[in-house]
């Protein structure tokens, strides 16, 4: 069958749409992941190399974020203000492979993928 020429780059225009929304939507663009642990919860950026650990709860319980890099070593940043305002954060050059978040005395998140 052949189309009019007046509809064939209309309708090729409408044919690539979903294709063009497949792109936009690919697992592979830029998120921030987030482990919580009741309401304290450690964060790792879009880049994966800067992360930051906040104590949200005035319990006098601190909190921590283990961080494993791509170079296979691990990290602990912890909130050095405990529930005040700001948090604590770290930058790291080799990117955040997995992460969770814990709170002394009380427990862990479980384990995200940065």
């Known amino acids: 069958m052949r189309l009019p020429k007046k509809l064939r780059l209309p309708l090729a225009a409408i ?20 482990a919580y642990h009741g309401s304290d919860y450690a964060s790792v950026s879009s880049g994966h190399t800067f992360v ?5 709860e005035a319990d006098n319980n ?4 283990v961080f494993y890099l791509y170079d296979g070593t691990t990290h602990q940043v912890g909130d050095p203000n405990g529930s005040a305002s700001g948090g604590g954060s770290a930058g790291f050059s080799a990117g955040v492979d997995w992460f969770y978040v814990c709170e002394r005395n009380v427990g862990c998140s479980g384990v995200v993928n940065a």
């Open 15 to 34: 044919a690539g749409v979903p294709l063009v929304l497949a792109i936009a939507a690919s697992p592979a663009q830029a998120h921030i992941a987030v």
């Open 52 to 56: 930051t650990v906040y104590d949200k």
């Open 62 to 65: 601190g909190v921590y974020g």
